[in-house]
């Protein structure tokens, strides 16, 4: 009998949304916000992901994009991909004439109930940052 072939991960366990946790993240770079929402749903070829926030002042803010899987998407002129490491792996890469500006790398815990999200980039000061957030699956 043949051994049944890997299985391509999907990003099934990363759709739903997700709420933050504020007193366990961690930004070197801007504020944490003191609440925000991360939802997901899949779209053909990618994700529609979109967040909502109160920043430290309580000023409302909210972003949604369009993402595909290796394939940059332009947003406020930089080029956006979403990357599919592994099943509980999924990274963001923003880019800028080709060269990464930040990556966001979303990890799924293994029951799949938090989500860490480590930002990783370089300010145009060149000042290197990391931002850590923690979210955990409402829906």
Known sequence: MAP???QKPTPRAFVGTWELVPAESKFEFDNPPKKATLQV???KGGLFMRAEWLDPK??????EH????????MVNGTEVTLELVDATTLDTIVAKE???LSRTRRTLSKDGKT???????TLPNKQAFTNVSKYT???
């Open 4 to 6: 049944t072939p890997a």
């Open 98 to 100: 080709g060269a990464e």
């Open 115 to 121: 989500m860490e999200l480590k930002q990783t980039g």
């Open 58 to 63: 309580s000023k409302k803010g909210e972003v």
């Open 66 to 73: 369009e993402l595909f899987f290796n394939k940059a998407t």
């Open 137 to 139: 699956k409402v829906r």
């Open 41 to 43: 749903k899949p779209e």
